[in-house]
């Protein structure tokens, strides 16, 4: 497969073309915004975390096929983890990038990402979400909202 | 001119980049640099290296000449009236930034006020907004038309007799437009107000004339017309840079130093506090003299009829939008594909061995001007050629139909 397919594989344009849990929640929540100066490309996650568990996570934001589908698949994977299992995923999602390979288990679209490693320049894309996802389970319990340059 | 003839002196484009031949669109984020310059950066180095203005040996001669002498040739090139009103910088943003603070901070008053446009270059934008936050004037935009130029009746609305500073691009790094500089320095000065001009964009691709124009302070960059990074100059009316205050002090720029007092060098040296940028100005003097020799209207008109070429060949294609005026623009085109993501353009378009440049082009409030969160942008430059131009639209081609909403696979 050459790598521009390994990149873009259909997987990917899928959560780019119909985002999973795009949009704002309307219950309590913690709110990280993220952007990319370099680019431009901005995120605005929220997520609902009770008794250390990401009841739900939601996003908004603009942003390349890379970051927007990587928002897409993070926050369908987080929902329903501890915030201790979440952290891993977002360790695990560093490892894929590194190239050094991870298994998402019950979430394999995730995956589908590992091509970005072939990259360099577009890794930053795939990374904010996840970057937001630190973010916000830092932010853990306290409820307030952060804005943050990458 | 002889595109492809002059490809060849520019030892970085005979190279494969992802199996296919180097395109280099980048241009107006930098240009590449030909054998002459970088021969004249390794000459000095092992030749004539040596601290300037202070040693009584030969190489220190030698190298004082070599920076003087580039200073010379700089003047030349803008048409100043004196060596004296060139100073050397790491480029425009330093420039740019050295009048903001050296002068603009110096003579400002609350209630004053500095003109600007939203097509403005961060680096000719966030300066003016420090200055009038720290004394108190006022920023004020002349507004952009819808095909992204700026009209003399808007100038003249925009400026009053409390503008002080009128800073504006000669040329827009992102919609291509020429500014009439010429007239707005007409209504700057009849308004009581001094303009200062970001040529980042202009020098590398026309000729220039500071005088002609009535410019007070013209910044441009080494690294965009051929010249080394590091290196850029300031242009500035000898009677405002007498006013203008040093803002970086040390080596170099002093007259005469006391324990509590200390007394600065004439100008331009009064600006150059430190060990100067001494191979970056041998390399600029290098490539004033490489453009000069093919000729800065010859370039000019290479790169009007490419980029005419280029809008043809990119509004042919179906999904393309190009911003920016269609007509009196300098080399570059911008553009978006569709509901493509620009960084998802260019990414493919760097692996069929194109480099474009994909973002806000340091350009956030023109960005949202536009509409739009980022765009792809194709700049060209003397040694680009129309098949350079054909390699984009077959790329852009295929980038469309990889996207294609159709399923990948």
Redesign the interface.
């Known amino acids: 497969m050459?790598?521009?397919?390994d990149?873009?594989?259909?997987v990917i344009?899928d959560h780019y073309?119909n985002p999973r849990n795009r949009g704002t929640l309307d219950v309590e929540s913690v709110t990280v915004n993220l952007n990319n100066p370099?680019?431009?490309?901005?995120i605005s996650l929220q997520m609902q975390i009770e008794d250390g568990i990401v009841k739900s996570a939601r996003f908004t934001g603009?942003?390349?096929?890379?970051s927007m589908s990587s928002a897409s698949m993070m926050t369908d994977a987080v929902k329903g983890k501890t915030t201790a299992e979440a952290m891993q995923l977002a360790e695990k999602f560093s490892s894929l990038m590194k190239g050094e390979g991870a298994s998402f288990d019950e979430y394999e679209d995730i995956e589908a990402l590992s091509g970005v490693n072939k990259?360099p320049?577009?890794i930053k894309?795939a990374t904010l979400a996840w970057n937001a996802l630190r973010k916000g389970v830092e932010q853990g319990q306290g409820k307030h909202e952060e804005n943050v340059d990458q | 001119m002889d595109s492809l003839a002059l490809k060849s002196e520019f030892p970085i484009l005979n190279q494969e980049i992802n199996g296919h031949p180097l395109v280099y669109l980048d241009n107006a984020a930098t240009s590449q640099k030909p054998r002459s310059v970088i021969e004249a950066v390794k000459r000095y180095y092992e030749w004539d290296n040596a601290n300037v203005h202070r040693g009584v040996h030969t190489l220190g001669s030698r190298a004082t000449d070599a920076y003087e002498g580039a200073r010379e040739k700089v003047a030349r090139f803008l048409n100043a009236s004196s060596s004296r009103e060139i100073i050397f910088t790491r480029g425009t943003t330093t420039a740019l930034n050295l009048v903001a603070s050296g002068y603009a901070r110096q003579t400002l008053q609350e209630g004053d006020e500095i003109v600007i446009t939203p097509m403005e270059h961060h680096a000719n934008l966030i300066p003016w907004q420090q200055a009038a936050k720290a004394t108190g004037a006022t920023l004020k935009y002349i507004p952009l038309q819808p095909n992204g130029t700026i009209t003399l009746e808007d100038v003249e609305a925009t400026v009053t007799e409390r503008t002080k500073i009128v800073s504006i691009a000669f040329a827009s790094n992102v919609l291509g437009t020429i500014n009439p500089i010429g007239r707005i320095a007409e209504i700057a000065h009849r308004n009581g107000a001094i303009i200062v001009v970001d040529g980042a964009q202009s020098s590398p691709h026309m000729k220039v004339d500071v005088r002609a124009l009535d410019i007070d302070f013209y910044a441009f960059s080494g690294h965009k017309m051929c010249g080394p990074t590091g290196i850029g100059a300031l242009y500035g009316k000898s009677r405002l840079l007498e006013r203008m205050e040093p803002i970086e002090f040390g080596g170099e720029m002093i007259d005469f130093v006391d324990l509590y007092e200390s007394t600065w060098k004439e100008i331009p040296w009064k600006f150059e506090g430190g060990t100067p940028i001494i191979a970056g100005a041998v390399g600029l003097a290098a490539a004033i003299d490489f453009l000069e020799q093919i000729g800065l209207d010859e370039i000019d008109r290479h790169e009007k009829k490419l980029t005419q070429y280029a809008l043809e060949r990119l509004s042919a294609i179906d999904g393309v939008t190009i911003y920016g005026p269609r007509e009196d623009r300098v080399g570059l085109v911008t553009f978006n594909l569709g509901d493509v993501h620009p960084h998802d353009v260019a990414t493919v378009l760097d692996t069929e061995g194109i480099a474009v440049r994909a973002g806000h082009h340091c350009c956030q409030p023109l960005m949202r001007w536009l509409n739009v969160s980022a765009t792809a942008r194709a700049s060209f430059y003397l040694y680009n050629t129309e098949q350079d131009v054909d390699r984009l639209a077959d790329a852009l081609v295929k980038t469309k139909e990889f996207f294609g909403y159709e399923p990948v696979r």
């Open positions: 050459n790598p521009l397919d990149l873009y594989r259909r344009m073309k370099t680019c431009g490309d901005r603009e942003g390349c096929s890379i990259f320049a577009r894309c």
